[in-house]
């Protein structure tokens, strides 16, 4: 027999309300329901007004990131047959509420456009595309194929206390390039990584490996982002020191 869930959901409308508050909304389970597929319900059926962010259905465009049961996740990922029938839906915490479960990522793109996301190349292009050898692939793979849907930012404490703070999704997304052979950030690019709103920011505690849901390990990629930077820095310093000593 279908379960009714008890689907409270966190609502607020910074235009209208003077403060947040939870409505419950009962909905019949269906199989393979996910948490997206009771809110859609929801808003077809019982509010239109319930607002949330949502695109692909599919875990792939990162936009129905919220809490579930106080757990950071994509809302289309987390099945409610895992769920006890009462369950919690709130938006990422820490970030300001436009409307209900969407938030205002607005820090999180800024930082996003100011770290250059892209491929920036020593030589000009050559004719033919640039290839890799698969072991090279291998070590940023993964973080290649981060989604950006902002659980990680906002599971970490240092984004909450520290808004300059680059965060775990970003930081993995820098080394991506970082560790591409085909990539070659320049010294200010690297001075502004080897510091605390940088890769020396992170308190490690992994709470980003814990919610990503890609599974993606943004803790591992900072640590390795850490030893790229210092590395660069001494063969900076060195060729410096060289060229000093030969004038
Ligand atoms: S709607 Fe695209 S990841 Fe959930």
Redesign the pocket.
């Known amino acids: 027999m279908s379960r009714v869930l008890n689907i409270k959901v966190f609502r607020f409308h910074p235009e209208k309300d003077q403060r947040p508050y939870y409505d419950t909304f009962q909905v019949v389970e269906r199989e393979f329901m996910s948490v997206?597929e009771a809110l859609l319900e929801i808003q077809h059926e019982q509010d239109g007004s319930l607002a949330f962010r949502?695109?692909?259905?599919?875990?792939?465009?990162?936009?129905?990131a919220m809490s579930v049961n106080g757990l950071v996740g994509?809302?289309?990922r987390v099945q409610t047959r895992n769920l006890k029938a009462n369950i919690l839906v709130e938006p990422l915490s820490h970030l300001p509420v436009v409307k209900d479960l969407i938030v205002d990522m607005t820090f999180f793109w800024q930082h996003f456009q100011e770290i250059k996301p892209w491929l920036i190349p020593a030589e000009t292009a050559p004719e033919r595309e640039r290839l890799m050898n698969p072991a090279d692939t291998e070590k940023i793979e993964s973080f290649a194929s981060c989604?950006l849907?902002g659980s990680c930012y906002t599971a970490c404490p240092v984004t909450k206390r520290d808004r300059d703070f680059l965060g775990p999704a970003l930081l993995a997304k820098i080394y991506r390039f970082l560790a591409d052979p085909r990539d070659s950030r320049d010294a200010a690019f690297l001075a502004k990584l080897n510091s605390e709103q940088g890769v020396w920011g992170c308190d490690t505690i992994f709470n980003c490996v814990k919610v990503c849901p890609k599974q993606i390990r943004p803790t591992d990629a900072i640590v390795a982002a850490r030893k790229l930077v210092v590395g660069r820095f001494f063969k900076l310093f060195g060729a410096n020191r060289k060229r000093e000593k030969a004038e």
């Open positions: 997206l949502y695109a692909c259905r599919g875990a792939v465009c990162g936009s129905c994509l809302a289309d989604i849907c």
